[in-house]
């Protein structure tokens, strides 16, 4: 399969900090081999530019492993004060850092290393297990692998057709 720029920049992010596994995602082995600080809140999660440090609002591990995710996003793409910047850009910045998460949560590469049931929920669950996610974001990003998965072979089918 193909990767997307984000998936490519994943890898290499994982691979930088020698992570290879779903059982090696801990949000704090990876804030530790990242250099970013956690403060936990009791309301609010946001990344704070200004002290490098990734403000997550307490809850389950899965909430707060989605959420470091997300934040994370921001402190990987994105500048600026999003109480000075346009709303558009801060909505387009809030989806980025939300994609960020479902493929920094559940990474592409350790993806295709697992062999996925067919049956869907059965999927899902395993991926709730394997990357200590919700649910939702589960079946959510299991959806964009296989969706991913089936643009690819079809690309592949066009052009084998396409040289006979």
Not at 37 to 51: A, L, T
Not at 73 to 92: A, C, I, T
């Amino acid at each position: 399969m193909v990767y997307s720029a984000l998936e490519d920049y994943i890898k290499e992010l994982y691979s930088s900090i020698a992570i290879k596994l779903p059982c090696q995602l801990d949000i704090f082995i990876l804030a530790e081999r990242l250099n970013v600080d956690i403060v936990f809140s009791k309301s609010v999660s946001f990344y704070d530019e200004e002290n490098d440090c990734i403000v997550i609002e307490h809850s389950s591990s899965e909430r707060l492993w989605q959420r470091f995710g997300h934040e994370l996003g921001h402190r990987e793409r994105h500048v600026g004060n999003h109480p000075s910047l346009p709303q558009d850009f801060v909505n387009y910045q809030e989806w980025d850092a939300t994609v960020f998460s479902y493929h920094f949560c559940v990474p592409t590469f350790m993806l295709e290393g697992i062999k996925i049931p067919p049956i869907r929920n059965q999927a899902i669950q395993l991926l709730t297990e394997l990357f200590n996610v919700e649910f939702e974001f589960a079946e959510k990003r299991l959806d964009m692998f296989l969706r991913k998965k089936r643009e690819s072979f079809f690309q592949n089918s066009f052009k084998m057709g396409a040289l006979k």
